[in-house]
């Protein structure tokens, strides 16, 4: 029953978001209105395109150099995936040798179990069957012993560096040498005359 309402929940809160209006904020540019915060606007244009193609070669510089470091990163991460490895393969030894004294642990649990059950029931004749569930829960017991035993975990393989894993790692991090082109174009809009309009206007389940 309470998964049935939890269902229910998931289920009506999906067909809720999916009927809520998605917004999205959008800015309106009006230009100055003199002839002077035109001209000004022209260089702020200027400076944007400046920007974003600064912007352009610190991005191809970083990647560049992301490239040269990706090789270096990915020779001291090779010996330490050798190091790794030969642990992993000494760890997995232990493993299986541990998974074996672990399944011997419930053999033998189950095995006394098993033998204290077949002795107790052979005391008990028909005179005294009343007796009998005192021997099946010996056999259940020692099973439930059994099973409560902490099965060893595996080793986790480590897993082998690649140049590409490292290169996109360290070009993601180029975005952090970005400007923010936008913003400080629309500072000098601004300090030229010229307004921004913000305005949110939806643009999915707008019914």
Same mark, same amino acid.
């Given at each position: 029953?309470?998964?049935?309402?939890?269902?229910?929940?998931l289920?009506?809160?999906?067909?809720?978001?999916?009927?809520?209006?998605?917004?999205?904020?959008?800015?309106?540019?009006?230009p100055?209105?003199?002839?002077?915060?035109?001209?000004?606007?022209?260089? =702020?244009?200027?400076? /944007?395109?400046?920007?974003? !193609?600064?912007?352009?070669? *610190?991005? &191809?510089?970083?990647? #560049?150099?992301?490239?040269?470091?990706?090789?270096?990163?990915?020779?001291?991460?090779?010996?330490?995936?050798?190091?790794?490895?030969?642990?992993?393969?000494?760890a997995?030894?232990?493993y299986?040798?541990?998974?074996?004294?672990?399944?011997?642990?419930?053999?033998?649990?189950?095995?006394?179990?098993?033998l204290?059950?077949?002795?107790c029931?052979?005391?008990?004749?028909?005179?005294?069957? =009343?007796?009998?569930? /005192?021997?099946k829960?010996? !056999?259940?017991?020692?099973? *439930?012993? &059994?099973?409560?035993? #902490?099965?060893?975990?595996?080793?986790?393989?480590?897993?082998?560096?690649?140049?590409?894993?490292?290169?996109?790692?360290?070009?993601?991090?180029?975005?952090?040498?970005?400007v923010?082109?936008?913003?400080?174009?629309?500072?000098?809009?601004?300090?030229?005359?010229?307004?921004?309009?913000?305005?949110?206007?939806?643009?999915?389940?707008?019914?």
């Amino acid at each position: 029953m309470k998964s049935n309402q939890l269902i229910f929940v998931l289920l009506s809160t999906i067909a809720l978001s999916a009927c809520v209006p998605r917004m999205q904020q959008v800015k309106n540019y009006i230009p100055p209105v003199t002839d002077f915060g035109m001209q000004c606007l022209e260089k =702020a244009d200027q400076s /944007r395109n400046r920007c974003e !193609l600064a912007n352009q070669k *610190r991005i &191809a510089e970083c990647h #560049s150099r992301a490239e040269q470091q990706a090789t270096e990163i990915l020779a001291v991460q090779e010996k330490q995936y050798t190091f790794a490895l030969e642990d992993y393969i000494d760890a997995e030894k232990g493993y299986e040798l541990a998974v074996a004294d672990y399944e011997e642990q419930k053999r033998l649990l189950r095995n006394d179990g098993e033998l204290a059950y077949v002795k107790c029931s052979n005391d008990v004749n028909l005179s005294r069957m =009343a007796e009998f569930p /005192r021997c099946k829960k010996m !056999l259940d017991d020692a099973y *439930r012993r &059994a099973n409560q035993l #902490s099965a060893p975990r595996a080793p986790d393989r480590p897993r082998r560096p690649t140049y590409e894993s490292i290169v996109a790692g360290l070009k993601r991090d180029c975005n952090s040498v970005k400007v923010n082109c936008g913003v400080l174009y629309d500072e000098s809009y601004k300090a030229c005359g010229g307004q921004i309009d913000y305005q949110s206007i939806c643009v999915a389940n707008c019914q």
